[in-house]
């Protein structure tokens, strides 16, 4: 009735977990661009767990809200601060990116698969994208660093 599978043709890079996304270190802009997208996805994940946890502690009282702010009011904080703004940036700009990709605007007509295959960021509209994104987030990351230093000078 059904042809039988033989194992020997089961794929390991599916069954890695998080392990796959740094086994194969040979990857092209794509795959970098979606390992850091994760990255920062978690790392945006752990912030909300981290403000909802200060947040919260205004449940608590007024002192234990003040000593959980006073914990996280040093520069070490700060510089953290613009890090997970950097995150945010990044993983807003690439996600717009990756919408527009995904209902196929800026990617020309699809070819078919023939060996050698195409790789879709060395066209010209999905690098033109790719730069765009990448100027963008570079001057959101310009003016959250200088409301930032605004913050520490003042």
């Known amino acids: 009735m059904f042809a039988k599978r033989d194992k020997k043709y089961k794929s390991k890079y599916n069954?890695?977990?998080t392990k796959g996304w740094l086994e194969n270190l040979r990857?092209?802009?794509e795959r970098y661009l979606y390992l850091l997208?994760?990255?920062t996805g978690v790392g945006l994940v752990l912030y909300l767990v981290l403000h909802?946890?200060?947040t919260s502690s205004r449940m608590y009282g007024v002192e234990a809200y003040e000593s959980a702010h006073g914990?996280?009011?040093n520069p070490i904080f700060d510089i953290g601060l613009f890090f997970v703004m950097a995150g945010v940036i990044f993983h807003?700009?690439?996600g717009l990116r990756l919408i527009l990709n995904e209902f196929g605007l800026l990617l020309g007509k699809p070819t078919k698969p023939v060996y050698p295959y195409r790789k879709i960021l060395k066209t010209q509209k999905p690098r033109t994208l790719l730069i765009s994104m990448i100027?963008?987030?570079l001057i959101l990351l310009?003016?959250?660093a200088y409301e930032l230093l605004l913050v520490w000078v003042w």
Do not use: E, K
């Open 15 to 17: 069954m890695a977990g």
């Open 27 to 29: 990857f092209n802009m």
């Open 37 to 39: 997208h994760r990255i």
């Open 52 to 54: 909802i946890f200060v």
């Open 71 to 73: 914990v996280i009011f």
């Open 92 to 94: 807003g700009v690439n």
């Open 135 to 137: 100027v963008i987030g």
């Open 142 to 144: 310009l003016i959250v």
